[in-house]
């Protein structure tokens, strides 16, 4: 076949070889290669071509026409509609292999480097239901399924979004990778706000009451929390369906309403206003306690966040005396982690509230060697000259990389080891590359199975000084 056939409109015939960062197929015609939305290896699919750029094509497909040996069942009803688990077909097992085949391609074909360990990924135990938080949308745009009878309601709709459309909702009855009791908190709410007719919000009008409702649990302690975000603030609106759900779900330990008057689409509230129980829940991760608010930052899948934080503790190898740096801290989980293992840590972070989240924890779990400090890393560290020098840094930055003042902050330290934990193999791989370019050299990268069926995956890098 040649390269000249692929053009916008074209339909093609493509077998899948792997899994592309980002979750698309990709298949090779001629060496061109072609990303296949909703395609895993093994299949061939009968493909349009929507795009074609310099040194690749995009396509869509039409029709399986032979199915994987990996592919399996999805289990849940709306897949091929939503996009949050773009690769519940494809069995776990080869995910996982996808997954590392990703990694070594990024660091090792795409940033070229060499002589490191690539460890195995470190599976999930529970593919399912291992979210402990769930942020649904109000929508007065269903999105209207095409095998739906003609004049179907579409005035309401409380589920998450379609891919690529910021104003159309999938109304989800059932979500597999949320906690069971989640999808019963879901329907009941939506039926709650239908009996009593409470407005969905219009994201174009930004018009109605109703905008997102975030589910929070505590995995490890049964806590629960639902938080109803608004766009203007009216109790007497919610009073009855937080009534009805603490009656029907005694397990429900808080419930909120946040308001978010501005028009951006958060669910995030400028007033919090507890409705029932109490503001916060508390989760345990290791021997750690942590009190989350609707607002905190908090790993998300709480059983591979214990896994993530032991990988990390473990490529620090402490011995109990080493200054160790955290910085992108969060609300201080890694920090406190080590805390215990160490003599002393400090953590950054530009978020004043997460700061004030971590100090929190800190003194709830009696730990008096881990300290926080507000700093904007994009910046260059200053104010730091008080401070005795890290032996160690943890790095944790979000998907867009370290800002490379830091980086070059953290080459030029007298720190011995790096341990860089991350969301985004390719821009940690990047920095890899500055801090091997600067006195450092990667040991071992081990991955960790954050987001069983969904494209994501967690590294943590070891560096140590050359
Ligand atoms: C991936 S999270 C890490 C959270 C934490 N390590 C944990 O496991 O809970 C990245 C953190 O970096 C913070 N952040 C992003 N950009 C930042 C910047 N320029 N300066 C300081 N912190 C930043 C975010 O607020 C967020 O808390």
């Known amino acids: ?31 061109f290669v072609v990303f296949v939305k909703n395609a895993i290896p093994g299949q061939t699919v009968r493909s349009l071509i929507y795009n074609k750029r310099k040194g690749f094509a995009e396509a869509r497909p039409l029709e399986i026409l032979s199915e994987s040996e990996n592919a399996v069942e999805a289990p849940c ?16 097992e080869e995910q996982l292999r996808q997954k590392q085949a990703q990694v070594e391609g990024i660091f090792q074909h795409q940033a070229g480097i060499e002589d490191f360990a690539l ?18 949308s109000f929508s007065n745009r269903r999105w209207v399924l095409t095998d739906e009878p003609e004049g179907a309601a579409a005035d309401f709709a409380l589920g998450l979004h379609i891919p690529g459309r910021y104003d159309k909702i999938l109304d989800i ?69 937080a ?5 029907a779900f005694p397990q429900i330990t808080s419930i909120v309403n946040n308001v978010n008057t501005r028009k951006g689409d958060t669910a995030y509230g400028e007033k919090e206003i507890l409705l029932y129980g109490v503001p916060s829940i ?63 840590v400090h953590g950054f ?20 060697n881990a300290f926080f400090h507000k700093a904007n890393l994009d910046r260059p560290l200053d104010g730091i000259k ?21 980086l070059q902050y953290v080459s030029d330290s007298e720190a011995r080891r790096i341990v860089y934990v991350s969301c985004n193999p390719s821009t940690q791989a990047r920095d890899v590359v500055f801090l091997q370019e600067n006195g450092f050299t990667l040991s071992q990268v081990t991955m960790v199975d954050m987001f069983p069926h969904t494209p994501h995956i967690e590294t943590v890098a070891v560096l140590e000084k050359t």
């Not at 910085?327 to 215990?340: D, H, V």
């Not at 972070?349 to 008096?368: C, F, K, L, T, Y």
Request: net charge negative; hydrophobic share 35%.
């Open 119 to 136: 460890e195995a990924v470190v599976p999930a135990d529970e593919t399912y239901h291992y979210r402990n938080k769930m942020e649904f």
């Open 349 to 368: 972070e530009w978020i004043v509230s997460a700061i004030e989240d971590a100090v929190r924890n800190a003194v709830n779990n009696g730990i008096g």
């Open 173 to 241: 009855s059932e979500c597999h990778i949320q906690q069971p009791l989640g999808n019963e908190i879901l329907n009941h709410v939506r039926s709650a706000a239908v009996e009593q007719e409470l407005k969905p919000y219009d994201v174009k009008t930004h018009i109605g009451f109703l905008r997102h409702l975030v589910l929070r649990f505590g995995v490890n302690t049964g806590n629960v929390m639902v938080n109803i975000v608004t766009s203007y603030e009216n109790t007497d609106l919610l009073n009855s369906m």
């Open 282 to 344: 508390t989760e345990k991760l290791g021997d750690l306690t942590f009190e989350i608010s609707a607002n905190s930052f908090f790993q998300t899948n709480t059983k591979q966040a214990e896994k993530l934080y032991e990988t990390a503790l473990n490529g620090c190898g402490l011995t109990g005396k080493e200054i160790v740096y955290d910085l992108y801290c969060g609300t201080g989980s890694i920090s406190l982690f080590l805390a215990k293992k160490t003599k002393e």
């Open 243 to 247: 009534e009805s759900l603490s009656k």
């Open 386 to 406: 008080d401070l005795p020098k890290p032996d160690i840094i943890v790095l944790d930055p979000p998907r867009a990389g370290v800002g490379r003042k830091t």
């Open 1 to 31: 076949m040649n390269e000249k056939i692929i053009s916008k409109g074209s339909k093609l015939d493509l077998t899948i070889e792997s899994l592309a960062f980002g979750g698309r197929g990709v298949a090779k015609v001629n060496g």
């Open 77 to 92: 009803k709306h897949f091929s509609h939503c996009g949050g688990c773009t690769i519940q077909n494809l069995e776990y």
